[in-house]
């Protein structure tokens, strides 16, 4: 009886070896990526390569964690990016990112699993982060550093209570309209430099080319569980070229109702293009048809020539099919959304803000470097990315639109405002806000009623 | 150390050893209740194998389930009491998703078990009986997210002016008439969802209910054609009652199901449109508003929903052993 349970247990342990060795098989070619890149660089010996990083000091033998959102082949890219860092200076950098990181990182953190920093794509939680005291402030020199390679507006969204604790790694803009040049070649029409322009260029196309299938704008709000958000940010860039960055830090930060007489104009002005059913929606339908598009989709229609106009941010670019040219002289490119006058030029932007939970040496000297112009550079070389880094160099930029971003960012005249639904409370940001806009251009309710409805759920 | 707890491979190793111990530990354990003689045998053995699952039960179901309950009454952080504010604010302003709910739990059983029901008669002891079968019960072995991403391509709705791609609005073009917004116009936009769910569960309850109708005795069947019974006085009267057994677990299973069904409103509409359902709004105050009171509110709300047919539905089953 003894040996045949014996025998049993013998047998199913061998079993989960068995098991274990398969997952184990599996779970490396997941990860393979990653291990490659630090196995590939030197191998930990310092070389002559190492001169640039020897301010930061050595630390061999530490291990900085990372948790990000930051996944696949750009995750791969970013840990391309600090190779050389980590070789040259002897920390070991984890880099474990995960597609549900924002509900994961308060489990982690209230757990005290806290990593040792975290990239955060929304500003928003760095303040959850403050409040519960979890967050270190920036170490002196990575300080030093974020004060000399940013601008203001890019700094206020990593501060709480004027303390720094994050840092903008990369960021894009939001106020682009996409176009075709090609089209406007042979149509002969001008990138509109203020709002009014912009009109009357609508007025225009509406005129040559309006039928019932080609408009001269395309939108699209739908985006699965998010439906609603592409709505929001077109709202937000009206409310910067109608009311102005001051009144939107006011209605972001809640000091106005967010039924305030200048949002519901900003809305009305969306509603100018958006309920206009002699201006939308190209190739899809009428004006409600936004609410059930989904937004890629919509800007799509501008290479099919059904519209000429499409507001995206600058990530638009990943969703165009492979092949397309891209470019000033392309089938499809960008131009600034403009605002009332050629000198006003806010500029909607949103980017991740990386953030440490320890303030050991290797931490802070790792934030220190990716602070830093060089690392900047050295990401945006290996492509898909752009650094609001004021140091960054635009012509390492991967692409016609990233250096057209860049160009935005390094702006004097440019005045930078975050995405606002992202700093709003997440029952506002993530949810009535894109629903209350959704109903808007489903044509449920009045620019009035929606923004009345918002302000409600306002906890 | 820093291999097991920070990289991905360490993690796993580390939690299938921890695995494998325990199974060990418990394994030897069982070894050496083995030795023991006498009456605290079965009482040590009992306690050996059943106290794990009694334990993971306690730890993984009713710890939560109290837990919820108790983060019901508490605010959005669970730090301060405040009584049944969550519960008013659902009954206040989660009205339409209550509604919906309701028009899901009875519309969902009804239509899959009626035409699982149909179905199952009509292709009973034909010939083509398994492809028919077959072909129903493919729906089944897709999940509810990619049943909303193929469903939502069917309902697709372009303007009149363009070329429809969606497959329901093309033949309605075709037909003459104008496209139909199957998703956006409310109150319908939800019966249409619903449909979505009947299309997944009509195959579950045509499987059941086909192998009840076969296990009917044919001397029943067989002695009322001999009094004379037509097709329509056979169904009603021997088939129906003969089957009502099965018929109330099919019911009642797909109704549980669909009172926790909320990934075809998120993929299909977002929630928009009115179409937003308990379990819907559940996900969202407690994962992307961060709201534990209300969100664990609307738990409980669900849960005492599915109680009262979890019970039915037990003790339905036992009645079918019993019979057996």
């Known amino acids: 009886m003894t040996t045949i349970t014996m025998r049993r247990a013998g047998a199913s342990i061998a079993g989960g070896l068995v098991a274990v060795l398969a997952l184990a098989g599996c779970a490396g070619d997941d990860l393979g990526g990653g291990s490659g890149d630090k196995g590939g660089t030197g191998g930990g010996e310092p070389s002559a390569d190492c001169a640039p990083y020897e301010d930061y000091g050595t630390f061999d033998g530490e291990t900085v964690t990372i948790s990000s959102t930051i996944e696949g082949t750009e995750g791969e890219m970013l840990e391309q990016s600090w190779a050389d860092f980590a070789n040259c200076t002897g920390i070991t950098i984890e880099h474990n990112p995960s597609n549900d990181f924002e509900s994961q990182i308060f489990v982690q953190v209230e757990g005290g699993n806290a990593p040792d920093l975290a990239i955060f794509p929304q500003p928003g939680l760095l303040g959850r982060m403050v409040e519960g005291d979890y967050l270190k402030p920036l170490g002196d020199d990575a300080l030093a550093a974020a004060q000399a390679n940013y601008g203001e507006d890019w700094l206020s969204y990593g501060q709480i209570d004027g303390t720094q604790y994050g840092i903008p790694i990369q960021g894009s803009a939001k106020s682009f309209v996409w176009y075709s040049p090609s089209v406007f070649e042979e149509n002969g029409y001008e990138i509109p430099t203020t709002w009014d322009e912009m009109m009357a260029l609508t007025d225009q196309i509406s005129a040559d080319h309006g039928s019932d299938s080609v408009k001269p704008w395309c939108s699209g709000i739908e985006s699965g569980g998010a439906t609603g958000w592409p709505a929001t940010d077109f709202m937000e860039d009206m409310v910067l070229r109608e009311a102005g960055p001051d009144v939107y830090d006011q209605w972001v930060s809640h000091e106005i109702p967010f039924d305030d007489p200048q949002i519901v104009a900003s809305l009305e002005r969306a509603g100018s293009i958006l309920q206009n059913e002699d201006y939308v929606n190209g190739g899809i339908g009428d004006s409600r048809s936004i609410a059930t598009t989904p937004w890629a989709d919509a800007g799509l229609q501008v290479l099919d020539g059904n519209c000429f106009l499409f507001r995206a941010a600058s990530f638009f670019e990943a969703q165009l099919p492979e092949g397309t040219n891209v470019g000033p002289d392309g089938d499809i490119f960008a131009f600034y959304l403009p605002a009332d006058t050629a000198d006003e030029k806010p500029l909607l932007i949103a980017g991740d803000y990386l953030a440490p939970f320890s303030d050991s040496p290797a931490v802070q000297a790792f934030e220190a470097y990716m602070a830093s112009p060089e690392w900047a550079n050295t990401r945006m070389e290996i492509g898909g990315m752009v650094s609001p880094n004021s140091g960054a160099d635009a012509t390492k930029a991967s692409s016609d639109v990233l250096r057209l971003t860049i160009d935005l960012f390094q702006d004097e005249d440019a005045t930078a405002r975050f995405d606002g639904s992202d700093l709003m409370p997440s029952q506002v940001g993530a949810g009535s806000f894109w629903s209350e806009l959704t109903n808007w251009i489903d044509g449920q309710e009045s620019a009035e009623e929606a923004l009345a409805k918002v302000e409600s759920s306002w906890p | ?324």
């Open chain 2, 1 to 324: 150390m820093g291999f097991f707890l920070y990289s991905k491979n360490g993690q796993l190793i580390l939690a299938v050893l921890a695995f494998l111990a325990v199974l060990a530990a418990l394994l030897l354990l069982a070894t050496a209740v083995d030795r023991v003689r006498g009456r605290k045998q079965t009482f040590l053995m009992a306690a050996v194998f059943g106290g794990p699952a009694l334990l993971l039960l306690a730890v993984g179901l009713i710890y939560p389930a109290i837990r919820t309950m108790w983060m019901s009454f508490m605010d959005k952080r669970s730090d301060e009491f405040v009584g049944f504010d969550n519960y008013a604010y659902l009954f206040h302003d989660g009205l339409q998703a209550l509604g919906n709910s309701l028009l899901w739990v009875v519309l969902v059983p009804l239509g899959s078990t009626v035409i699982g029901l149909v179905y199952s008669v009509l292709i009973d002891k034909s010939r083509f009986e398994k492809v028919a079968k077959s072909l129903l019960f493919l729906p089944m072995a897709i999940s509810f997210v990619g049943a909303g991403i193929i469903w939502k391509f069917v309902y697709e709705y372009r303007g009149a002016a363009q070329d429809q791609i969606g497959l329901l609005n093309a033949l309605i073009t075709q037909l003459g008439f104008e496209p139909v917004r199957f998703l956006q116009d409310a109150p319908w936009n939800t019966v249409f969802l619903i449909v979505v769910m009947v299309w997944i569960q009509a195959g579950f309850a045509m499987v059941v209910l086909s192998a009840a109708i076969k296990a009917v005795p044919t001397d029943i069947i067989e002695a009322a054609k001999l009094d004379g019974a037509n097709a329509w006085q056979l169904f009603t009267r021997i088939t129906i009652p003969s089957i009502r057994p099965s018929l109330v677990v099919v019911l009642t299973t797909i109704c549980i199901a669909t009172l926790k069904v909320f990934d075809i409103t998120q993929t299909m509409t977002g929630a928009e449109f009115k179409t937003q359902v308990l379990a819907n709004e559940m996900y969202d105050w407690s994962f992307t508003y961060g709201d534990n009171g209300i969100g664990s509110a609307m738990a409980v709300v669900i849960f005492l929903l599915v109680v009262p047919v979890v019970i039915y539905n037990v003790r339905q089953m036992n009645k079918n052993k019993a019979v057996r």
